[in-house]
């Protein structure tokens, strides 16, 4: 079946470095979604990638989508402690009408 | 605004019951979609409503179920519930379908059955 996976699951940094989640799905997406989880909270919107090779910037926040439409990545340069949460990407398949989220990155970021 | 919001925030119950959960979704928002979230499994997809009507559902068992109204508010029933149902279960709404908009979450329900 549909499965977006999202590496690596844990990621640790010191305050300042820079980070980055990869998504991975077996099939071709039509579009990719990117949320952020706080702990104890609920996922809040990020972006929406449509196009191949669309590259969208906010702020710190990198969000690529590939060119043949099955990877996305988040980079976020000089993390700050406000970054912390999971990161998830939510992919809607070309034949679907749902998005399969990935497994999300779960980033600490030690000051 | 107001964003999105669930009814009751937290729920205890016995393995077999049933479980009605609420979802309000923010004004203007005609689509409404439920995920389970654990944290073995992540988010999955149980079913997304636009008008009143089921306009795509997850792998999940029949004993789940859902419906929306006429208002967009919407609800999701558990029938003979099992241990393994314990999750957060959030709602999402969006302006409309969601493989065109952003989805807008609320702070869900956390169902424990025992």
């Known amino acids: 079946g549909q499965q977006v996976m999202q590496i690596p699951q844990y990621q640790h940094v010191q305050e300042g470095e820079d980070f980055t989640t990869y998504c991975n799905s077996s099939?071709?997406?039509?579009?990719i979604q990117w949320y952020k989880q706080r702990p104890g909270g609920h996922p809040v919107f990020l972006i929406q990638?449509?196009?191949?090779?669309e590259v969208k910037k906010q702020k710190r926040l990198t969000f690529q989508f590939g060119e043949a439409k099955k990877n996305s990545s988040l980079h976020i340069t000089a993390t700050q402690t406000t970054d912390v949460g999971t990161y998830f990407c939510?992919?809607?398949?070309?034949?679907?009408?749902?998005?399969?989220f990935g497994t999300g990155t779960s980033l600490t970021v030690i000051p | 605004k107001a964003g999105v919001t669930q009814t009751p925030r937290y729920l205890i119950k016995t393995r077999g019951q049933q479980v009605t959960l609420s979802c309000s979704p923010i004004?203007?928002?005609?689509?409404v979609s439920w995920y389970q979230q654990t944290p073995g499994q992540g988010l999955q997809f149980l079913f997304e409503?636009?008008?009143?009507?089921?306009?795509n559902k997850g792998n999940f068992p029949g004993r789940f179920s859902g419906r929306q109204f006429s208002n967009s508010r919407s609800e999701m029933n558990v029938s003979t519930l099992e241990l393994g149902d314990s999750a957060l279960y959030l709602c999402?709404?969006?302006?409309?379908?969601?493989?065109?908009?952003?989805?807008?979450f609320g702070p869900g329900t956390r169902l424990t059955v025992t």
């Open positions: 999402a709404s969006s302006l409309g379908w969601t493989d065109s908009y952003e989805q807008y």
């Open positions: 099939t071709t997406l039509s579009n």
């Open positions: 990638l449509v196009k191949s090779g």
């Open positions: 939510a992919g809607l398949t070309n034949f679907g009408n749902q998005f399969y």
């Open positions: 004004s203007g928002h005609r689509s």
């Open positions: 409503y636009f008008s009143e009507t089921q306009r």
